[in-house]
């Protein structure tokens, strides 16, 4: 017997979109359910355990919002579960480090707290179609067929699959369907930070150049990103990426994964072999799977163009600050850029209506779906910054269901009041720099 059941707001997607959508709804007063494909919310953080989150604190102040909520949850349990420190690389602000169980429990707990039923190992298959609606979504778990009526239902897929089944218009990658490198990241433990370190160069690039020319690197590793992890002594291995892979096909996921799992083995044996200070370290936590920064990004009621970002546009109906640099990983060939988007001191806004489909009534959508040109996508893709779309499209969802009108029919000046009650900085007439910078804010802590 096919199940049905029914919520307020339908979230598509764990990771730090759909958390931050999920938190905010049920925050807001609704009745939420969160659908999350594998065993963990957390997305990228789960792919990727380690992960820093970088770009939260633009010119050095936080965002604030539900990111400052898990933030400081972390950074002051006792002892600390997460710190705040300067990011190593070029044109990257501070970023937040952190025990990767610890705030993957954090975040379970946030959302059990506010009262989200989340469903793990749960596929959303198709919508099923009520004119311009959404009425429900069919959906898979290990005992079959599962039926959910939705008010408003809030993709945070990461690949947008039920958008697109919906009839939402969608671009691949950039102008030539290119999309970006996938990643598979790993740990190495026991490896002593001041004699891993003691060089200075943040991307070792003279031990990439010796691997590679003795044919125990793949060429795509010139760089190797290699930061220190919370925990003293533990490397973040951020450096083997895989080019040309659509991530919206499951069997070029899973031949890259593999592929990934190989360089990965290849990496930890040469820096065992051939770096000093990682003689007597070990590989761990190898990412389950590759992680995938761009596949769909949906079409929306406006754009966001990196021309505008470059002139520090601070839209009215900007939901979350930014200074990311235009983070852009092998798209088209083994070329990435950090280069910065914005003048040092400045930051851009993260317009509401470029998460608002034009025709779907009910439909929101938020992270690394985002409506965005090429340039501009590669620098608003940071996790902090997905976690604050995901609340602004969040309280959307519960305005528009409770007075039961379109998503296109709500105000954004309305969402940007509410984000702002809630403790995201820098919006509307505020000014982000009326902060103080967050490393002196922890000092003083």
């Known amino acids: 017997?096919?199940?049905?059941?029914?919520?307020?707001?339908?979230?598509?997607g764990g990771g730090t979109a759909g958390?931050?959508?999920?938190?905010?709804?049920?925050?807001q007063g609704?009745?939420?359910?969160?659908?999350?494909?594998?065993?963990k919310i957390g997305g990228v953080m789960a792919f990727c355990p380690g992960m820093p989150w970088g770009g939260g604190f633009p010119i050095g102040r936080s965002i604030g919002g539900v990111f400052d909520t898990l933030t400081a949850r972390l950074c002051f349990a006792q002892p600390p579960l997460a710190e705040i420190r300067p990011s190593v690389l070029a044109n990257f602000g501070p970023e937040v480090v952190y025990d990767h169980e610890a705030a993957v429990f954090a975040m379970f707990q946030m959302l059990e707290d506010a009262g989200v039923e989340v469903h793990l190992n749960t596929f959303a298959g198709s919508p099923v179609m009520d004119s311009r609606r959404i009425a429900a979504i069919n959906c898979y778990d290990r005992t079959g067929?599962?039926?959910?009526?939705?008010?408003?239902?809030?993709?945070?897929?990461?690949?947008?699959?039920?958008?697109?089944?919906?009839?939402?218009?969608?671009?691949?990658?950039?102008?030539?369907?290119?999309?970006m490198g996938v990643t598979l990241s790993f740990s190495?433990?026991?490896?002593?930070?001041?004699?891993?370190?003691?060089?200075?160069?943040?991307?070792?690039?003279?031990?990439?150049?010796?691997?590679?020319a003795e044919s125990r690197l793949h060429p795509d590793l010139a760089k190797l990103y290699l930061m220190r992890g919370f925990h003293r002594d533990t490397i973040f291995c951020n450096s083997v990426h895989i080019r040309g892979v659509d991530g919206t096909d499951p069997q070029q996921v899973a031949k890259a994964t593999q592929e990934g799992r190989r360089r990965c083995h290849q990496l930890a044996r040469f820096l065992i072999d051939s770096v000093p200070g990682f003689e007597n370290a070990r590989m761990s936590e190898l990412?389950?799977?590759?992680?995938?920064?761009?596949?769909?990004?949906?079409?929306?009621?406006?754009?966001i163009l990196a021309r505008d970002l470059a002139g520090a546009a601070?839209?009215?109906?900007?939901?979350?600050?930014?200074?990311?640099?235009?983070?852009?990983?092998?798209?088209?060939?083994?070329?990435?850029?950090?280069?910065?988007?914005?003048?040092?001191?400045?930051?851009?806004?993260?317009?509401?209506?470029?998460?608002?489909?034009?025709?779907?009534?009910?439909?929101?959508?938020?992270?690394r779906l985002v409506c965005a040109d090429p340039a501009a996508f590669a620098s608003v893709r940071g996790m902090p910054q997905c976690m604050a779309m995901g609340e602004a499209v969040g309280v959307a969802a519960v305005i528009a269901n409770a007075r039961e009108v379109a998503v296109q029919a709500v105000?954004?000046?309305?969402?940007?009041?509410?984000?702002?009650?809630?403790?995201?900085?820098g919006l509307g007439r505020e000014n982000l720099s009326e902060y103080a910078p967050v490393l002196q804010s922890a000092a003083g802590n």
């Open 314 to 367: 601070r839209f009215a109906s900007g939901i979350v600050c930014c200074d990311n640099p235009i983070d852009d990983v092998m798209r088209a060939d083994a070329s990435m850029t950090h280069d910065a988007i914005v003048a040092h001191g400045s930051y851009y806004t993260i317009p509401f209506d470029a998460m608002v489909p034009r025709e779907v009534e009910n439909l929101l959508f938020a992270g």
């Open 411 to 425: 105000d954004p000046a309305e969402v940007v009041a509410i984000l702002t009650a809630r403790g995201v900085k």
């Open 145 to 179: 067929p599962l039926t959910i009526e939705a008010g408003v239902v809030i993709d945070c897929s990461g690949d947008g699959d039920i958008s697109a089944k919906a009839g939402v218009p969608f671009t691949l990658g950039d102008e030539h369907g290119n999309m």
């Open 1 to 12: 017997m096919q199940r049905r059941i029914s919520t307020d707001v339908l979230v598509v």
């Open 30 to 39: 609704a009745h939420v359910r969160l659908i999350e494909g594998t065993s």
């Open 188 to 212: 190495m433990l026991g490896a002593p930070w001041e004699q891993v370190f003691v060089h200075g160069d943040p991307y070792f690039t003279s031990d990439a150049a010796r691997g590679i």
């Open 287 to 303: 990412g389950p799977t590759i992680g995938v920064r761009e596949t769909r990004k949906l079409e929306a009621v406006q754009r």
């Open 19 to 27: 958390f931050g959508a999920a938190y905010a709804a049920a925050s």
